[in-house]
């Protein structure tokens, strides 16, 4: 997997926004059927996280997040079946990038030492991988823009912000495992 340029990037969410209501149905049935355990997460577990705050901001976390497998698709073929993928590696993924990210939540009382370890293998892991900067990026923009247009709850924001970020990564992980 490689780094999309921003005309790949531009066409494969140009691909997601085409997307009649049946194709974006039949893209998130595929989804949920071929990674049911990552559809759970996102569209469950994540998405709660944030409307247990703003209802709103969770919505557009899921569309993002359809968005977001949209774009992997468009630019990287079918998504990679779970029982392609070692499901016990899908949740060891999920649970190292969760522990990296908790290392730079202000307020998180964790070891010194621990916290600076995930911090460094967070960074390096980042420099090593193809993060998608320029999805990450939109994303982002994306998030700031709703909030521009509608105040919503700054926890909530910070959460989306976070979670789309792993959902990004979780599906580079994803990608770079199945071509391995």
Aim: glycine share 2%; aromatic share 10%.
């Amino acid at each position: 997997m490689h780094e999309l340029t921003d005309r790949e990037l531009y066409q494969a969410l140009q691909y997601a926004k085409s997307q009649d209501e049946n194709a974006g149905r039949a893209i998130l049935q595929q989804f949920q059927t071929e990674q049911s355990a990552l559809a759970q997460t996102i569209f469950g577990v994540f998405s709660a996280l944030i409307a247990d705050k703003d209802r709103h901001l969770a919505n557009l976390f899921m569309d993002l997040c359809f968005d977001v497998i949209c774009v992997f698709r468009h630019a990287f073929g079918s998504l990679p079946d779970q029982k392609v993928l070692n499901m016990e590696w899908l949740q060891n993924t999920a649970a190292l990038l969760d522990a990296e990210l908790q290392a730079f939540m202000p307020g998180n009382k964790m070891d010194t030492k621990f916290r600076d370890k995930f911090q460094n293998r967070f960074t390096e892991r980042l420099v090593d991988s193809n993060s998608q900067t320029g999805l990450v990026k939109f994303m982002d923009e994306s998030i700031s823009a709703y909030v521009a247009d509608s105040p919503a709850d700054p926890e909530a924001v910070r959460t989306a912000r976070t979670m789309i970020y792993v959902v990004i990564q979780l599906f580079c992980a994803m990608y770079d495992q199945a071509e391995r």
